[in-house]
Structures are given as C-alpha cells and as structure tokens.
C-alpha cells in the first residue's frame, strides 16, 4: 500500500466511488479542486497497484492551534477490516503531529456502529454530549441542519 497526498486531479476519481463506497449518495464541495489547493497537506490517498483503496480528508483548526480535524474517511468496501483506514489514520496523525497539532477531532453518525468501534480502537475518546442516542452521548444538532454526531477526541 502507498500512501500519498491527494492532488486536484484526483477529485474526480474520488467522486467516482464516494457514493459507493459510501452506501449511499454522496456529493461533497471537499471533492473538488479547491479543497484540494487549500488542504492538501491534510488529504491522503491510499493505493495499491494503482489502484485508489481509500483516503482521508481533514485539516488544521484555524481557531485552536494545536487541533487537527478529519472531515472524512472512506475505504472501498471490500477492503474495510484490512488496516486501509488505520493507515491513512496513522499517516494524518504524522501530518498533522510534524505541524504541532497533538489533537485530533472527528465525529461519526451514531447509528454507525463500526465506525465508533474503529475510532475507539484508534484511542478516539467520546467526548461528553447533554444528550444521548441509544446510550451514546451525542451532539443532536452537529451540523446546525439537525444532524446527531457522536463526537471523538484524540490526543497524539
């Protein structure tokens, strides 16, 4: 596997698996270009055979400056369970840690159980919410669109 950053001619081949590997639609403005030039020291991509397998997309808080945040995470389906994800996990915990972030932030659905198991796994801590979903602490309105996100904190 060879891990690398992401390059704005890759954006269109990520959005030619996201909504499959996803489960479902998924259209996102951080596939593009832009995002890309803006936050590519942040974005890797996984490949084998030259072949893409996954990729991570964050970046560095421009409000607390020892925070790094990971918007989004995807690993093709038939790869999931054989370390694709804790890879590009491990390589954004080297980006950012050589940048003097020792934080890391992300959030989850709360239905998706698999993905809390992996990120518990990763020594993601939940982080304390007023309000819970099916015994998990979850922010109800992460998103400001009603949106519930169990919340991860991590620190390097």
């Not at 060879?2 to 081949?13: L, Q, V």
């Amino acid at each position: 596997m060879n891990i690398r950053h992401i390059e704005p001619e890759d954006c269109k081949a990520i959005l030619g698996v996201a909504s499959n590997w996803w489960g479902s639609n998924y259209s996102s403005d951080m596939f593009s270009k832009w995002y890309i030039q803006h936050f590519r020291d942040t974005c890797l991509l996984a490949e084998e055979n030259g072949k893409m397998i996954g990729f991570i997309m964050g970046f560095l808080s421009q409000s607390n400056s020892k925070e790094a945040y990971i918007r989004i995470v995807m690993v093709d389906s038939e790869l999931r369970g054989k370390g694709v994800g804790r890879a590009l996990y491990n390589e954004f915990f080297k980006c950012v840690g050589v940048r003097g972030r020792n934080v890391v932030r992300c959030v989850t659905a709360p239905r998706k159980k698999d993905s809390i198991a992996f990120h518990t796994r990763m020594g993601f801590v939940i982080e304390p919410q007023q309000q819970e979903f099916e015994g998990l602490p979850v922010c109800l309105d992460y998103d400001g669109r009603g949106g519930a996100r169990v919340v991860f904190k991590k620190v390097l």
